[in-house]
């Protein structure tokens, strides 16, 4: 039956037609859905204990703020707005506090920065309300007439001392005395929230203690102050139109522990899934069992922009267009206005709107007169509620509009709990609060990145592997250098990393940008707990706890790959960024900028020699190429592996013999190529069979050396790819190529920038390039996915060790 399909709509896209994507299913009727969250459930459902209904300040009404204090809140990368008004703060005269775990890069904004425990700002919340009750500056106004719950509040805090409370929440008594004093002192102060406090078990504390903290002080309903967190930004519509009321009831999975909430569902299993504004093979903790889930399911269908992780999962990827393509209507988790989603580009290629998706999709059923309408007759639908507000769509359609909202939530101290007041916490259990594991030290934050939207990128902009951030003084004690190639190890999984050795890091803590992908040599999320908050259902990713090792102790297992590059314009791309996710150190030199070639392979594990538009033959062009040549036939005669990328695999055929030639015409784009009975049974090509079309950029051509043998071939040009020698290989097509490379050489190609291609230029057609270009990004994964394999391959040739290492 329906149950059988699980429907899971992400957090990547909110705005009014989403909300028509739930519509549909409920339409369906019956379908498994989702309950809980990976993103804000926690903070939202924690601070609705505390105030009803978590309402936050106009982020302009925070220009009345004299102290800012930015909580686990990093304006800066995740919220730009936010910056300019931290900053127009303190232009005014205002102090601006940061508190997070780790340094990032809001403390640019920040006059002091306070680095408590992870999961522990609890204990500094309390310290800071003891130091207020202390000074006798609390509001008694408040706390006698506009809060329940005070008593047991203040005995909760009665039962810990200032010093002790410091010490559980990893603070100075200067800190917790610099925090309540900057409340105190620089009234009325602001606080927000960010989504860190969120990813703990029992986050309910932290931020039910922060507000406590601040109703303490007096700030709560006054301008300039409040605790802020979000806003929601499916707020402003018309809530009934998520259809869900219609063919209940239904089952529901809980989000944070949703690879075994899959694999447990059994009455009936899950067959089907379809995946909307996610990448939940990315972002979902313990991704490893929610790989075991997606395979198992029958028909994965997938919405998306990129071929991400779980593009690899889904049966059937549908191309989603962006909001550059699109008609909608937008709200913000940052502010109160909404406004409008105008097209700035016409969709690019095949790509669709999800609206426009299921707007086809249900014409197949026998619902479609109820969801059969267009864009603008369901905006109007939707936004009805903006409407009676006295905006009207069109009005919409030209620009913002501030949402009836208030500047200042609660000013008149009357909050929608059943009391009408502010309801204090009256519970907490230490014993809620982990302690650390002296197995696993390091509590693993997984940040927000500054460069990106969660997974949202490309292959081409992944490093080679994950950066992880550990304090300068733990990478002593562990003998860790910085740039060191390390493993990182959880209970759950373990991930390759490069370290980053900081100083004046906490010493518990390992961090790191959350979002890249597995299949890049990220996926940190591997190495998450699946597991639900206690408060909210929501997902506690900074439970995990990790420990770190050297990826190669001793440099034992660590293949040296020298790297010639002989031009800027051919760099090493994905096949050498997969070496290194493989265990590879690479060794580049540039021989064309002067840099000497060595005198051996001494101390080295394999040879890759990359691309560039010289010709294999000119000597005085590039006098240091006999010096190469004489160096790929010493590498191939100790047995250490060879790879020769276009240049590189001229080269190689003139090491051992074979003529280079240049053909009539140049070979340029995605080609079809054939695999030879050799190629089948090759240990590196017959092991990434078969090949995709696979890029090709070049003019010259050579003879196949003697005793060669062809493992790829093609029609323009015949020798594509070929072992001589013990373990050498030439790839005249290009395995190192991305996004980004592919691009580029299209835009110097067509410009005529390379000098020795500008005769060729004006023989391809314009309907040629249109074509490339859309094919690109279906190209450029499957020929990366090939590539990545032989590279991996191709490394496996190399020895375990090197006596002259």
Known sequence: GPEAILYYQGYGERTALKLLN?????LFGGVTTLRGSLCGGTGQASQNLDLGERISHDPLDHVNSRAMILWARNP??????LAGIAREVKRRGGTILLIDPARSRSAVLADN????????????????????????????????????????????????????????????????????????????ASILLGWGLHRHENAHHSIRAIDALAALCGTIGVPGGGVSQGFEEYGPYDQALWGDGLNP????????????EILDATDPPVRMIFVTAANPLCMAPNTGTLARAFRRAEFVVYSGHTLDDTSDYAHVFLPATTFLEETDVMASYGHNYVGPVNPAILPVGRCKSEFRM?????????????????????????????????CDLASLRRGPFRLDAPMVPYADKVFPTPSGKFQFMTAFDPADIPDPDPDYPYQFLTIAPHGYICSERTMADHEPLPVVRLAGSEAVRLGLADGEQVMVESPVGEAAATLRAEPGMRPDILVADRGGWTKAGHGLNRLTRDMASTVGNGTPYYETRVRVRPRFPGGRGERRILVVQNSDRAPGGEFCKELVRQGARLCPVAPEKGQALPDSPAGYHGLVVLGGPQHASDDRG????????????????????VAGICLGAQLLARAHGGATWTMAEIEFGFTALSVTEAGDLDPVIGGALPPPPLMEFHEDSFDLPEGATLLLAGEACANQCFKVGNASYGFQFHPEIDSVIVSAWIELFRSGDIEAYVRYKDRFPEAFFTELARMLPLNVARSGEFCRAVAGWWLRLAPDAVADS
């Not at 005070?150 to 009665?158: G, H, S």
């Not at 619902?367 to 509620?385: G, I, N, T």
């Open 76 to 81: 800066v990368s995740t919220n730009i707005s």
């Open 358 to 390: 299921f707007y086809e999709l249900a014409a197949r059923f026998p619902f479609a007169d109820a969801f059969r309408k267009s864009e603008e007759e369901w905006l109007e639908k939707l936004c009805a509620p903006i409407r009676d507000q006295g």
């Open 249 to 260: 009831p239904r089952r529901t999975l809980l989000v944070p522990v949703i690879g075994q």
């Open 622 to 641: 590039s006098p240091y190429f006999p010096r190469l040549l004489a160096l790929m036939r010493d590498f191939d005669a100790m047995g250490r592996p």
């Open 113 to 188: 920065h306070i680095a408590p425990r992870p999961g522990a700002d609890v204990y500094l919340a309390m310290a800071a309300a003891r130091l207020v009750l202390a000074a006798g500056a609390e509001d008694r106004d408040f706390l006698e007439n506009h809060a329940v719950g005070v008593q047991e509040y203040l005995d909760i805090l009665a039962r810990f001392e200032v010093d002790e409370l410091c010490r559980l929440s990893g603070v100075t008594r200067a800190e917790a005395e610099l925090l309540a004093g900057t409340l105190m002192a620089r009234r009325p």
């Open 22 to 26: 739930r519509y549909f299913f409920n």
